[in-house]
């Protein structure tokens, strides 16, 4: 059974004129909860326990969500202040198997990856983190990332790069131990966790996915987010439309 951690803490102030009034990973889609169709994603490829952390409104998301979610357990970490991407992570992890290769998720991004594929990859080069890359379109909003021949990740910040970072990662959580902050410290998982653990030696491969890709962090990508959620299109019980 694999366990993945969702980010859905966030403000989400990008999205804040299309969805006033909730966490962003509950912006509707189709009906249901973007972290609804998130989820399923997974699920349908084994994952069996969430991590859920959480933040801004973060009742809103237990309240809908509770305990399980079609078969899934699901743990909620909460910030009680905003600690970033790299604190959040932390957290979350914090009393995960340190060994145990585990999905990190964005909660305001799907990517259609194949799991087999992100843990074959991962495991071919015995690899601290894995990271899930798509073929960049859009250079000014997307930052490239070097991968060698191998699979390997030679810079984190390539512009010039054809692949960007799809924001799915497979990682053992004892990466984590060599990371120091302080309790409550905030931290950037891109900006600060990640250069210092590749400079650091810790081995980052990355695998080229070509699936569906949307992140509804900014309206316009929000608003046509049902057409790219293959769940979206998708019949579901009555229970998840009213959580």
Not at 14 to 32: F, Q, T
Not at 161 to 172: K, T
Request: net charge neutral.
């Amino acid at each position: 059974m694999t366990t993945a951690i969702i980010l859905a803490g966030g403000l989400g102030t990008r999205l804040r004129s299309a969805v006033p009034d909730l966490p962003k990973p509950m912006a509707p889609i189709a009906g249901r909860p973007f972290l609804a169709h998130q989820m399923d994603h997974w699920i349908a490829q084994g994952v069996g326990r969430f991590v859920l952390s959480v933040g801004y409104r973060h009742e809103a998301i237990s309240s809908h969500f509770g305990r399980r979610y079609h078969g899934a357990a699901i743990d909620y970490v909460v910030e009680t202040a905003p600690l970033g991407t790299g604190g959040a992570v932390m957290l979350a992890a914090a009393n995960l198997p340190r060994d145990e290769y585990t999905l990190l998720l964005n909660g305001d991004t799907y990517f259609d990856v194949p799991l087999r594929e992100l843990t074959a990859r991962a495991r071919r080069h015995d690899a601290d983190w894995c990271f899930s890359l798509f073929r960049n379109t859009d250079p000014a909003r997307y930052m490239g990332v070097g991968l060698s021949q191998d699979g390997l990740i030679t810079a984190l910040r390539a512009p010039t790069a054809p692949l960007a970072n799809g924001g799915v990662y497979l990682f053992r959580p004892g990466a984590l131990d060599a990371v120091s902050l302080a309790p409550g410290q905030a931290a950037s998982l891109e900006n600060n966790l990640f250069p210092q653990l590749l400079a650091d030696g810790q081995r980052f491969a990355g695998v080229e996915s070509h699936g569906a890709f949307i992140d509804i962090g900014v309206p316009a990508d929000y608003h046509r987010a049902a057409s790219v959620l293959p769940t979206a299109r998708s019949t579901e019980p009555a229970h998840d439309l009213a959580g």
